[in-house]
């Protein structure tokens, strides 16, 4: 039998769906923080956000997504004094590729960037996929991008270890996130981020 004496005491649970595959096509809402939730990125006034230095690098880095990710698109996106909250549009040409974004009568973007439903054979890529071109790996570079240019001005700047994400299933979730995006910083002291 193996030691079982630390098994799993220092292994932090995922708060990934298990059933997901996080490299297939789909919407997905993300929200980063920085440690301890440091106000790096800029301050809000008047409802209005004044971005750092670093807060503009944060702004670059995520709109430079697409440039080292060639499949994915970027839907609403602010950058808020410590975290950022961005939707992240997995659009690969491939046989996970959403059925809507094959329907030429689709009005909008927004539309085909839906999670879909899957079929038990795409459940079971899930287990054995490659762990590339997924969101994990779209996150671990725009953190990286991020750390290592705002470190040139701020060598304490840290992110905190994990994120949190929310599969979007259906058009009336990704307007109303989209909504919640755009107004974050006029509602920043009701925000659950919020900090002095």
């Known amino acids: 039998m193996k030691n079982s004496k630390f098994r799993n005491k220092y292994r932090t649970e995922t708060t990934r769906l298990k059933s997901w595959n996080y490299g297939w096509n789909g919407a997905y809402f993300v929200t980063i923080c920085t440690q301890n939730r ?5 301050e809000i006034s008047d409802a209005a956000l004044n971005l750092s230095e670093l807060g503009r690098i944060a702004h670059q880095c995520w709109n430079d997504i697409p440039n080292y990710h060639p499949y994915v698109k970027l839907g609403e996106f602010v950058v808020m004094p410590n975290h950022i909250h961005g939707i992240i549009i997995i659009d690969k040409p491939v046989e996970t590729q959403h059925l809507a ?7 909008s973007h927004e539309a085909q960037s839906i999670a879909p439903p899957r079929t038990s054979k795409q459940s079971s ?4 996929g490659p762990q590339s071109n997924n ?3 779209i996150i671990r570079g725009f953190k990286s991008g991020v750390t290592k240019d705002a470190r ?4 304490d700047f840290k992110w905190q270890p994990r994120y949190h994400d929310h599969i979007i299933r259906d ?3 990704f ?11 006029e509602n920043w002291m ?7």
């Open 171 to 173: 058009e009336e979730s």
């Open 190 to 196: 009701e925000d659950k981020f919020y900090r002095r």
């Open 135 to 137: 969101l994990a790996s």
């Open 38 to 42: 440091e106000h790096f990125f800029g």
């Open 152 to 155: 040139r001005i701020r060598a």
């Open 125 to 128: 890529l899930n287990q054995f």
């Open 175 to 185: 307007q109303r996130i989209s909504e919640y995006i755009k107004t974050n910083p």
């Open 101 to 107: 974004s094959q329907n030429e009568k689709t009005p």
